[in-house]
């Protein structure tokens, strides 16, 4: 299996919900000690030593652009832009079809969520396993906000979006995906549609997805009690 370090951030929120805490900036860009979210983000990623990145980016695009550039960290950054939303699954597809044609496979995360994923371990774990969508879940204590999933001994996962407030493993929002299969996948969909919601409980119910598991920091930043957590969490 060839690696290729890719990575795709979904980062066109809106931020709504964080509008009583952060006034009128993308949602990704949401500071912590002054400095965005989405810095942080990448320099965790590219800290682990990826080699190209591709922002998904809609929602007053200008700021994330001009804050970053086309060079961060020494590496290259380039932009899927929406000019209308897509939902994430329109923004996956997106980006897909920008990132460099001989791409074998390619990570994608949420530009709100900060998961320590060791990207070495992830690799060493997934490299002999055929399925082409792999995700990063996470065991979380109480569950009243994510998808929670179901799976095998095999780590084969048959359900997805399961809603409870129980200990269960979630989709932390991490996706390793063989870039051909999702791309050719992708093409039924229409012009706006949710990668979770219609994408993955689909791939779940055609056994398509294999969940890995990780448990390193997590914390989605979409919720202002959430986003009042991530100060403590971010190491720097």
């Known amino acids: 299996m060839k690696i290729d370090k890719r ?74 832009v929406e000019s209308s939303p897509l939902g994430t699954g329109g923004a996956v597809r997106n980006c897909l079809s920008v990132i460099n044609s001989n ?62 407030s129980k200990e269960i493993y979630i989709n932390a929002g991490c996706y390793w995906v063989d870039h051909d299969f999702l791309s050719e996948y992708l093409k039924i969909y229409p012009d706006k549609f949710s990668f979770e919601a219609d994408v993955l409980v689909k791939l779940a119910k055609e056994q398509l997805l294999y969940g890995h598991i990780q448990d390193g920091q997590f914390c989605d930043i979409g919720i202002p009690e959430d986003y009042k957590k991530i100060d403590s969490i971010i190491k720097r």
């Open 103 to 164: 791409a074998q496979n390619t990570i994608i995360i949420n530009g709100d969520t900060w998961f320590e994923v060791n990207l070495r371990h992830l690799i060493e774990n997934i490299k002999s396993i055929n399925y082409p969508v792999k995700i990063v879940l996470k065991k979380i204590d109480n569950n009243n906000r994510y998808d929670g999933v179901g799976f095998d001994s095999s780590g084969i996962i048959n359900e997805f979006g399961i809603k409870n």
């Open 7 to 80: 990575l795709i951030v979904l980062a066109g929120g809106l931020g709504t919900r964080l509008r009583s805490v952060v006034n009128d900036v993308p949602k990704p860009m949401a500071p912590i000690r002054g400095i965005p979210f989405l810095q942080y983000l990448l320099e965790y990623w590219i800290g682990q030593g990826i080699q190209e990145v591709v922002l998904s980016v809609g929602y007053k695009s200008g700021e994330i652009k001009n804050y970053f550039g086309n060079i961060f960290c020494g590496l290259p950054l380039r932009y899927a």
